[in-house]
């Protein structure tokens, strides 16, 4: 018996793999040894009842999320693509035209080999060029289906796309809109994508906290991103040493069921209303930091007049006009305001404390601007007073540079990694949220950039497509995860692929999921656990895209990520997939650059702080390098510096920080945005001050008479997006996520005993969801958990199985982003509101209809493959799981000459 | 609304001065002096902007670049420094070097700043336009930080 351990980093954190015989047994965390070095120490205060000066240390492991301990299950799934496959009815006629596009969906596929699939996919390549030019091709990459610093979207992906020359399609923040689109012109932090900075906020928090406000936070369920589970522990410490917490969310989340010492359940987007009411109560008690607002304030004056009702509205926004709205008790709003005010007080909304569901409605924008200007009433920056959501802000070296997920530098297609820097000859632009629009409509204009973080006049850019002189997009390059499961209106993703217009789809992908099933070629990519490649965790800890991207986990990680297993079936690794096409297309040489992916993984310890630490020898033979916190590190606490009026300390790049100013136009907290006044004057949506304002989708919207309900459809706990839950039929056994009926795993959807008593409805009856756009059965949790006029279900379902593909029928998937409006917040606010969906239920009195059968198109490619293959169904139910490992262990102990 | 009326060519001056005599940064534009220097509120028009304008170029130590971006304010009409201040000890390292830009060492060896933090320059050495080697840190302090010249 061979045993070989291996580590990687998969979304959800860093692992050890166990390999017995080429079969992956066990999947673990990472202990560390006696060699790595200590865990940070802060001291603080004790327990309640305990010694005073409590030193806290994290434990000696490293803590995924458990969804990162699946990767087994991800592996040997049952939804596999196991072999190149085409569209059976796919005709390749010369001019692109006749293809049977309407059948995307439904048709099934022949198994290809990889010579014919690449083949075909570069001769349309090259008939595209001729036909159209290089822009008539898109790609787009997944939200985050695989990890790895070289074999990863933001690197191979990208190296062989710029080098091909294509429309990029620009991301919008689909997790964070609000702070996006909103915070950056309340304080700046455009370069941070709007989220505030929380250095050294741990510390801080267990020093001096009081009160946290966990406002749409749910920090067990979206563990903190890909940091995994470590501040778990955190949250512990400080619910040890009395720290009062008050969660604040229409559902009484995993967090806050087991810690909350108050729940508050504001109807859903009204929370920018509950805010406005918190700042009454302040502003008439005088509960506020007057000389720090007096010092550091923009307008503030004017701000109050609104707040009071003296300003243009008339309208006080007393506790009792927001209970009204929120459905809060006055009383209850004027405890959580005075509690907030007489506490040191910390909070935040979601990951990065500027993140959460809230930020994901129509009033997104301001009620992100409201939740900054409440805290720095409170004297942002002062010990204890500060953005930050219990989840971020751990010790770390900063003076160790190694390039995490998403650093310019650590990119294959840039320099340094590269010797040659490949650039994108294309100029046009497609916007993500909009594809389908775009394709269907041929033409679609919206302002900004995308979360590129590169500047507040970003957001205002004027996009059109196609862009003049241009050619519209006809060939789709998909690559990675569905975002019928994360995107909104997602029928239209369907009817998209059904269109003509796109002459031709190629899906890259591990696992058929539900847009791999659109297209008409599938390219079969292995996961992380089957290939080489390094990567980080902790600077790209929180979700990468800036710098130091605070710090979420205990242990700062560089992993080598080594293969545990040889690529199973046919799948190939996604550098293999690119190089081979490069290669098929005239540039391979120049895409490689002559190197292997272990050559690239290289380049990554030369190019860093790594080499300097450790051998290349003795990283691979260990697998991992911790570089510890020195002993005597400096704090660097997140904005005292502004507080206290010294240059910015932070890892920050900004020259107006140094000045001491915030990166608004003022340099101040801005009560009325200046910036959006110059930039955005006209905008109804998001306006100079902040205000609350009615949806276009809520309960005062025409359309609430006719679906009374609100969907919320937060980030997922047995996901991470689309990735886990659909290829791991053990959390379908686990009741708060899924039922298994009629061998289909039904979604849970929770409602409301009073509202469910209405309906008809109890637990666990099938019940149908729907609006006009569209609907899905689910089962129902009936539970006091949910605000009365919510119904909660997870977004991001990697499953989408609908009786009738891209028409508004029933999914069975529990695909509930079919429900959610495809509309943008504003004209000029280029962002999304999947919490702004009204819709009803009903008890499904009916059969249990059929969906489409996918995993049939699977069993048939895998018979073709081996006649022996294990069906879809015998992997889900367990026996096919097994007989896939034992057949891959005869071959490995065959192939070793056992 | 103004806290300095632009209207006043004295009052003015004498804002954009005491603003200068503190003021680091080597870019200016009317906008940014408008919001920080005098206090402006609401979106200065553009007699407001021509009058300011008019203070900067006619300032000593700032000369005419035309239109440059800024994050925050777009593509605005921009005056530089002539001179470099000496701001060693006064500045951080980050904020004295360009990221991205080139910079020669005494001995001609060319480096490419790829990141700086509030610790360290980091750098490659460039030969033939491409960055080679491994990364080069820089401290702050040192004086091979000080002896750096832009390219």
């Keep these: 018996m061979a045993e070989k351990v291996t580590h990687s980093i998969v979304v959800g954190g860093a692992v050890t793999i166990h390999t017995v015989d080429g079969v992956i047994r066990r999947v673990r965390p990472i202990v560390l040894d006696n060699n790595d070095p200590k865990g940070w120490v802060i001291k603080a205060r004790s327990k309640v009842g305990g010694p005073q000066d409590t030193e806290y240390t994290p434990n000696r492991k490293v803590q995924p999320a458990f969804i990162a301990l699946t990767e087994k299950n991800r592996a040997y799934s049952y939804d596999r693509i196991r072999y190149p496959m085409i569209r059976e009815d796919f005709v390749e006629t010369p001019d692109g035209k006749n293809r049977n596009t309407e059948n995307r969906g439904t048709s099934g596929y022949r198994r290809a080999s990889w010579d014919e699939a690449l083949d075909l996919v570069v001769r349309e390549i090259k008939r595209i060029h001729k036909q159209y030019g290089q822009e008539a091709i898109t790609a787009m990459t997944s939200s985050h289906h695989s990890w790895g610093n070289v074999g990863y979207k933001i690197s191979t992906f990208a190296r062989f796309f710029r080098m091909l020359g294509y429309t990029e399609v620009k991301d919008n923040p689909d997790s964070w809109e609000g702070f996006t689109w909103g915070a950056p012109h309340t304080y700046g932090y455009y370069w941070r994508l709007g989220c505030p900075e929380t250095f050294d906020l741990l510390e801080d928090g267990l020093q001096n906290v009081e009160t946290m406000i966990m406002w749409s936070h749910d920090p067990d369920t979206t563990h903190g991103g890909y940091a995994g589970n470590e501040s778990v522990m955190w949250r512990h410490w400080l619910d040890d040493m009395g720290v009062q917490f008050i969660y604040i969310d229409p559902f009484n989340n995993f967090s806050s069921i087991k810690q909350a010492d108050k729940w508050f359940a504001p109807r859903p987007g ?46 006080a926004k007393t506790p009792k006009w927001a209970e009204y709205e929120t459905g809060i008790p006055a009383a209850d709003i004027k405890a959580l305001a005075r509690r907030w005010a007489s506490t040191k007080t910390m909070g935040g909304s979601g990951m990065r404390a500027g993140f959460g569901g809230v930020c994901r409605t129509v009033n997104g924008t301001e009620f992100a601007r409201t939740m900054v200007l409440l805290f720095a009433m409170q004297g942002m920056g002062k010990p204890g007073q500060n953005m930050w959501g219990g989840n971020t802000g751990s010790p770390m070296d900063y003076d160790f540079w190694f ?21 994108n000859p294309v100029t046009q632009k497609l916007y993500r949220p909009n594809l389908p629009d775009a394709i269907l409509n041929g033409h679609f204009e919206w302002y900004g950039e995308g979360f590129c973080g590169q500047g507040i006049d970003h957001e205002f850019t004027e996009n059109i497509y196609p862009k003049p002189g241009c050619s519209k997009v006809h060939m789709f390059w998909r690559y990675g995860g569905t975002f019928m499961g994360t995107m909104l209106d997602t029928n239209k993703w369907v009817r998209m692929y059904q269109s003509p217009e796109l002459e031709f789809v190629v899906n890259q992908d591990i696992h058929f999921h539900g847009e791999a099933r659109m297209a008409d070629v599938v390219l079969p990519a292995c996961t992380s656990l089957e290939r080489v490649d390094i990567g980080e965790l902790c600077s790209s800890g929180n979700g990468g895209y800036q710098s130091h991207s605070q710090t979420g986990n205990s242990w700062q990680v560089v992993v080598f990520q080594d293969k545990a297993i040889e690529p199973l079936w046919d799948s190939r690794s996604d550098y293999w997939i690119f190089a081979e096409t490069a290669k098929k297309l005239g540039w391979g040489e120049q895409f490689t650059e002559g190197r292997t992916e272990l050559d690239w993984c290289k380049r990554y310890w030369e190019k860093s702080d ?13 697998g991992y390098f911790v570089p510890g916190v020195p002993e005597d590190r400096v704090r660097r606490y997140g904005f005292r510096w502004f507080a206290e009026g010294f240059p910015c300390d932070t890892p920050n790049h900004k020259q107006f920080q140094e000045e001491g100013k915030l990166g608004t136009f003022t340099g101040k907290w801005e009560f009325v945005s200046e910036s959006l006044q110059y930039w955005a004057p006209h905008d109804e949506i ?42 791991t039929p053990w959390f379908w056994e686990i009741p708060e996520n899924r039922v298994y009926l009629n061998g289909n795993p039904y979604l849970v959807a929770r409602i409301h005993p009073e509202k469910a008593a209405e309906k008809g409805i109890k637990d666990g009856d099938v019940i149908e969801l729907f609006n006009e756009r569209g609907s899905v059965l689910c089962v129902a949790i009936v539970t006091y958990r949910c605000e009365v006029n919510t119904i909660h279900a997870f977004g991001s379902s990697g499953i989408y199985n609908p009786v009738e593909p891209g028409m508004e029928s029933m999914d069975i998937g529990g695909c509930v982003n079919l429900l959610t409006p495809g509309r943008l917040i504003g004209d000029m606010v280029p962002g999304m509101a999947p919490n702004s969906t009204l819709m009803d239920v009903r008890k499904w009195e009916g059969e249990l209809p059929k969906g489409q059968f996918f995993e049939d198109k699977l069993d048939k490619v895998a018979k073709e493959g081996d006649p022996d293959a294990e069906t879809c169904i015998e992997i889900i139910e367990g026996h096919g799981f097994e007989k896939i490992q034992e057949k891959v262990r005869k071959n490995y102990l065959k192939g070793a000459g056992v | 609304m103004v806290r300095c009326s632009v209207a006043d060519p004295n009052a003015l001056r004498a804002a954009v001065d005491r603003y200068f005599s503190t003021f680091t940064g080597e870019l200016i534009c009317a906008l940014q002096l408008w919001y920080e220097g005098l206090g402006g509120q609401g979106v200065p028009g553009a007699a407001e902007m021509t009058a300011i304008t008019e203070a900067i170029a006619n300032t000593p130590g700032w000369k005419d670049m035309g239109d440059m971006r800024y994050e925050k304010f777009g593509v605005q009409k921009s005056f530089k420094r002539t001179e470099k201040l000496d701001l060693h000890g006064k500045k951080m390292i980050q904020h004295m070097f360009k990221r991205e830009a080139l910079y020669k060492e005494p001995d001609g060896t060319v480096l490419k700043i790829v990141t700086s933090e509030l610790w360290n320059l980091r750098c490659f050495e460039v030969k033939n336009g491409k960055m080679t080697g491994p990364m080069i840190k820089i401290h702050p302090d040192s004086d091979r930080a000080k002896a750096l010249v832009e390219a």
């Design chain 1, 403 to 423: 390039g995490g997920y998403s650093d310019p530098l650590a990119m294959i297609w840039n320099e340094p990694i590269a010797d040659n820097v490949a650039v």
């Design chain 1, 270 to 315: 009204t929370d920018a209303a509950l805010a406005e009411a918190i700042a009454y109560v302040w502003v008439t008690e005088g509960l506020y930091d007057k000389e720090y607002i007096a010092k550091h304030a923009h307008r503030f004056e004017e701000w109050c007049d609104y707040i009071t009702g003296k300003g243009t509205d008339k309208l």
């Design chain 1, 610 to 622: 790594l080499c300097d630490r450790i051998s290349w020898e003795d990283f691979m033979k260990k």
């Design chain 1, 686 to 727: 998001r306006t100079p001050i902040a205000t609350y304002k009615h949806s276009w989708e809520g309960h005062h919207s025409i359309k609430a008479k006719k679906y009374p309900f609100h969907l919320i459809s937060p980030h997922p706990r047995f996901d991470y997006h689309t990735q886990h839950n659909s290829s």
